[in-house]
């Protein structure tokens, strides 16, 4: 019996022998084997590719293999169930939608408001006719709108939005959990937000030049109030509803995606190529045959002469929010602003400049004209999103007075995230206190008076690093303060107490004296 010629992986086992063998030729039974082989090594190779994705975050397959990565840093579902209980809401809202799209039309209005208030967007400003085709059909409009609502809730977009909220949450571990930045990313994650550093920046530097202020420095992509007690970003969301702008379709509409043959314009005309190359040779475009070619240009200039609307197709997308400024719809269609200016005013938009701020509609007029469609993100309705932190406001604070014995713990609650000065009083009572001395346990830091101090008489030591006893004035000279070597209760040790140097101590605790 003749053996099939071998191919794919049993041909690269095969080509590993000598030529002169001609293994490869048919009716050679090492080919046989070769498949064979070939087979369990593809079999084989298949489920390493597997392992190597589930081990990855960026390509992991399934939820169960993104949980079991997010459990290596400690990711629980009650970091990940806000996510879980917005996907079931907003699916039952979208099924909702699509049971009541060809109902009544309060039925069906009320569906749809309940699916864009999911997003944050209030039917007062956007409504269900915004996703309705030129024929303004309401069922349609439901349809498109229930079609663009799962799309964000999808499967393969719910993998993404969990795999971009257990990425963001490793990040931060890494990057400090006791910080603003950190604080501020976490609860965006939480809500499936990102802060907008980019909007941060740009609404920064604005500001700056307003005001003339020193620029905005490169890391400082926060919003802070004057005393750093107030912290502010704006934010995105991830999983934002998006519609297509509509435009109404020209009358004596002819469209290309690149050059058009004139027999291929003609027949969208509805006239004889003669007629086309008569006008052509009018307005001196130099095509004499009915199957020559016609750059967009010319097409164009020769449609407007004939009475057409020439508009090209296939060209991109133009993504906007709630307006998009004449200089920034430039950069998007790859044109200068000139010609962006020239087309709106061709649609009756006159008065523009590069600053002004086009609505989507208009965008959306001005872009099919060079074969670009609208792809709106529809934003949460009044102004922009910004999530902030307030930390403990600027005021003194004083712990309770309390007799305190020798080596006795207390705490004191930090102010804020920053590091803060602390004014510390001591009374003496009796003859009973001498030489205090106070530890920062965390720190690994005291400060101490080389003397005692009288019944009733209050030692200080302030903000300046400097101590004054009542009644004798300034003692700073006979005190002194040290680095390291704290070791609060040896019969109850805690992680913040200091290590003596050996295998495995964690450096920055090692016991030191300075």
């Not at 099924?95 to 007062?124: C, D, K, M, N, Y």
């Not at 909220?165 to 990057?175: E, N, P, S, Y």
């Not at 314009?265 to 509805?270: F, G, S």
């Amino acid at each position: 019996m003749t053996q099939a010629v071998p191919n794919g992986r049993a041909r690269q086992v095969l080509a590993r022998f000598p030529a002169h063998l001609g293994l490869e030729q048919p009716g050679k039974l090492v080919g046989a084997v070769a498949d064979v082989i070939a087979t369990s090594l593809d079999e084989v190779s298949a489920d390493l590719a597997r392992v190597r994705r589930a081990h990855r975050l960026g390509d992991a397959d399934t939820v169960r293999d993104l949980l079991l990565l997010g459990g290596l840093h400690g990711i629980s579902d009650d970091d990940l169930g806000m996510l879980e209980l917005r996907d079931a809401e907003l699916r039952a809202r979208v099924a909702r939608l699509r049971a009541q799209s060809a109902g009544p039309e309060l039925e069906r209005s009320e569906a749809a408001s309940a699916v864009l208030e999911a997003f944050g967007v209030h039917a007062s400003e956007l409504r269900l006719e915004h996703f309705a085709p030129e024929s303004g059909d309401k069922a349609v409009a439901a349809l498109r709108l229930a079609e663009r609502a799962e799309a964000v809730v999808g499967s393969s977009r719910y993998l993404e939005l969990l795999r971009a909220r257990i990425r963001t949450i490793a990040r931060i571990h890494a990057g400090g959990n006791a910080t603003v930045r950190a604080m501020l990313a976490a609860t965006a994650n939480a809500l499936d937000l990102d802060l907008d550093l980019t909007r941060n920046v740009s609404v920064k530097r604005g500001l700056a030049e307003l005001k003339g202020l020193p620029a905005v420095a490169a890391d400082d992509d926060l919003f802070h109030s004057p005393d750093h007690f107030w912290h502010a970003s704006f934010v995105g969301d991830r999983a934002a509803l998006t519609r297509r702008v509509e435009s109404p379709t020209p009358a004596n509409r002819v469209s290309a995606a690149h050059a058009i043959i004139v027999v291929d314009l003609a027949q969208q005309m509805k006239l004889p190529s003669a007629a086309l190359l008569a006008k052509a040779a009018e307005l001196g475009i130099a095509v004499t045959r009915a199957d020559a070619s016609l750059n967009l240009a010319d097409a164009d200039a020769l449609s407007s002469a004939l009475g057409f609307v020439f508009e090209r197709t296939g060209a991109g997308t133009v993504n906007i929010g709630r307006s998009l400024s004449v200089r920034e719809l430039a950069q998007q269609l790859s044109l200068s602003v000139a010609s962006v200016l020239a087309r709106l005013a061709a649609i009756g938009v006159t008065g523009a400049d590069p600053s002004s701020e086009l609505d989507p509609t208009t965008v959306a007029s001005a872009a099919r004209k060079f074969g670009y469609v609208v792809e709106q993100t529809l934003l949460p309705t009044g102004l922009e999103e910004v999530i902030g932190v307030e930390e403990n406001p600027l005021r003194r604070i004083e712990h309770e007075q309390s007799d305190c014995a020798h080596a006795e713990r207390f705490s004191i609650l930090r102010r804020g995230f920053g590091r803060v000065l602390l004014r510390t009083a001591v009374t003496g009572i009796g003859a009973r206190t001498l030489g205090p001395m106070l530890v920062n346990r965390d720190e690994g830091r005291g400060v101490g008076f080389l003397g005692g101090v009288p019944d009733g008489k209050i030692l200080t030591f302030d903000e300046a690093g400097r101590a004054s006893l009542e009644g004798v004035g300034d003692v700073t000279a006979s005190c002194f303060s040290f680095a390291g070597a704290v070791f609060a209760d040896a019969d109850q040790p805690h992680p913040n107490d200091f290590v003596l140097a050996g295998a495995g101590a964690d450096g920055s605790r090692v016991a030191r004296t300075i």
